[in-house]
């Protein structure tokens, strides 16, 4: 990686481990082949290699190869279940639960399948970012067909009761699928015994490339099924067609073997170098504040709210050194606050003054050191520029100012 520049963005994307890397290589100018090509040696080779990577990432999981279905990415495995689903079982009922913070691809899939006349229930967190069980399973109807509620969520870490919440899905008799992007790889994740019977997660958020995913679909107890979302050579078991992105499926492969071999000893030395990354900020800094459960979240990521610094302006005082996501989403007109932070709770200034600090595989114990300097150092530096943050240290209470509109 670039020299000297510190990445902690590993929820946005994980560099390419370089094993997988030289596990893919053969794939491009070596082997060819077209997995589907049934009629000579290279399809053959190809259509081998697939199943290996399939056996490996099943095992990731604990399922069988056969209920794994390769895609283009989570996005695309989000959009196949829900839209799928829906389609499958659109007789049965066309009510869909899901949560306010989850990710893009599955609000904007359920956006659309409401057009299609779904009817979609968007359930509120709690200010640690977890579910109400209560309010889920009162939400439940007889025309209820799916719960859709992330494993952990992108920006906060935050895992929801999975255990619990397949619990009441089974007692309930509906379809429960998960977008499992940011946990598979990086904590035990075990649908099955989760009760989830469709499961979405993608390569490049564990070690592995960009451009190819999985959706697990359970085969047995319930047989699930969903329509395709791509039409065509009747690829996955009908369920997505397109030729098969054979260097990208080996390389997800080497990346499930790799992440079930040491995701246990990188979570373990990740918590200790995020805990000391926040106890550090919290101790040297007034006002730090952090967002989403502290018990029950991803051991490598933190978000962190510096009450009156504006994130993406504090982001400017250290991006030469430190790749990091802001709680800020650029929109071309103006700079809106991250839903699922507000969704916990926060106002908009501390959802607009916070940092996502995501680790992992490759961060050094002296990259945390390095950042705790230069994210410490920003802060003050912003604080001491601020108006507002004299006004609060002079004891103003600034809910009760009136601001002038321009
Ligand atoms: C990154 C991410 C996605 C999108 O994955 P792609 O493979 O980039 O399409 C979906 N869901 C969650 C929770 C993510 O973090």
């Known amino acids: 990686m670039e020299d000297n520049l510190i990445y902690f963005d590993n929820n946005s ?16 100018y070596q082997n060819p082949g077209n997995a589907a090509s049934r009629s000579h040696a290279f399809g ?6 697939v199943d290996y990577a399939r ?13 794994i279905i390769f895609t283009s990415g989570a996005t695309e495995s989000d959009n196949l279940a829900i839209k799928g689903v829906f389609e499958m079982y659109g007789r ?18 359920c956006d659309k399948v409401e057009k299609m006349g779904a009817d979609v229930t968007y359930l509120e967190v709690n200010n640690e970012g977890l579910v109400d069980l209560k309010a889920l399973e009162d939400a439940i109807t007889d025309k209820t067909i799916l719960v859709s509620i992330m494993w952990a969520n992108n920006e906060t870490g935050v895992i929801q009761p999975m255990k619990e919440i397949g619990e009441i899905c089974a007692k309930k008799g509906v ?20 009760g989830v019977h469709l499961m979405a997660f993608t390569g490049h958020k564990m070690y592995g490339p960009k451009g190819v995913g999985a959706l697990f679909v359970n085969r047995k107890k319930p047989r699930v099924k969903v329509v395709a979302q791509m039409d065509g050579g009747g690829h996955e078991r009908g369920m997505r067609s397109g030729t098969l992105n054979v260097p990208g499926i080996v390389g997800f492969g080497k990346a499930a073997e790799l992440a079930k071999q040491e995701m246990a000893a990188d979570a373990a ?3 200790v170098l995020r805990d000391k990354l926040e106890s550090a900020l919290e101790s040297r800094l007034e006002e730090v504040y952090v967002n989403g459960s502290r018990t029950h979240r991803m051991p490598h990521v933190t978000n962190i709210s510096f009450k009156h610094v504006e994130g993406e302006g504090l982001m400017m005082t250290f991006n030469e050194n430190i790749a990091v996501s802001s709680g800020s989403a650029c929109t071309s007109a103006s700079l809106e606050p991250s839903y699922v932070l507000v969704a916990l709770g926060l106002g908009d200034d501390l959802a607009h003054s916070s940092i996502r600090f995501s680790l992992g595989r490759f961060t050094k114990e ?10 410490a150092n920003g802060v003050t530096h912003m604080r001491d520029l601020s108006p507002i943050w004299e006004m609060y240290k002079e004891g103003v209470d600034l809910d009760s100012v009136q601001w002038q509109e321009h």
């Open 269 to 271: 030395r990740l918590s």
């Open 92 to 109: 049965k009922g066309n009510h869909i639960i899901t949560l306010t913070t989850e990710h893009k691809a599955v609000l904007d899939a």
């Open 175 to 194: 379809l429960f699928f998960s977008d499992a992007t940011q946990a598979v790889g990086k904590i035990p994740v075990d649908p099955k015994e989760t």
């Open 366 to 375: 002296e990259e945390i050191d390095r950042a705790i300097e230069l994210v």
């Open 55 to 67: 056996e490996q990432v099943a095992n990731l999981i604990n399922v069988e190869s056969k209920e």
């Open 13 to 28: 994307t994980t560099p390419c481990d370089p094993r997988v890397v030289d596990a893919m290589l053969p794939w491009f």
């Open 44 to 49: 053959w080779k190809a259509e081998e290699a």
